[in-house]
């Protein structure tokens, strides 16, 4: 993501489109109850930082997910000295992380469900429709060790 102003005439990344439903917040009532200057949540969405929705006079709206990302990017800023370029890469890092997470509950729901299958259809029918078949085997008992 390129970080500083766009060049005139070139079109917004990533508009999001007008809300539908749940609580939405005016650009000025945001920028007071927070304590922020205006040109400070201008500068957050031009680095891509926030991104809230428009209605169609292009008014900016905030939702509480949006809130919910100032106060981090506040957060970081404010409490921590972290710097808007920080802040991007940790925003960043954030997004890839929740996306793994949602890979591997995907993947670990797969393997419950395919445990599921298997208790329930038996797992001798599996062990038939194996890709490698292996011959049964003699189950050898190692000897104690002594002193145990």
């Known amino acids: ?73 506040l957060n970081l800023t404010r409490d921590l000295g972290v710097n808007l370029a920080g802040v991007e890469i940790i925003l960043n890092m954030r997004r890839k992380m929740e996306h793994m997470q949602a890979e591997m509950e995907d993947f670990v729901r797969h393997v419950r469900d395919e445990l599921r299958k298997t208790n329930e259809e038996g797992w001798e029918e599996k062990l038939e429709q194996a890709l490698v078949k292996l011959p049964p085997s003699q189950i050898v008992k190692a000897p104690a060790e002594k002193g145990s």
Do not use: C, W
């Open 1 to 73: 993501m390129t970080r500083g102003r766009r060049p005139r005439g070139e079109a917004p990344a990533e508009r999001r489109p007008a809300p539908r439903k749940g609580k939405y917040y005016m650009f000025s009532v945001v920028a007071k109850s927070y304590g922020i200057h205006p040109q400070t949540l201008r500068l957050y969405e031009r680095e891509g930082l926030l991104k809230p929705s428009r209605t169609e006079g292009n008014t900016r709206l905030y939702s509480e997910d949006d809130l919910k990302q100032l106060e981090l990017v």
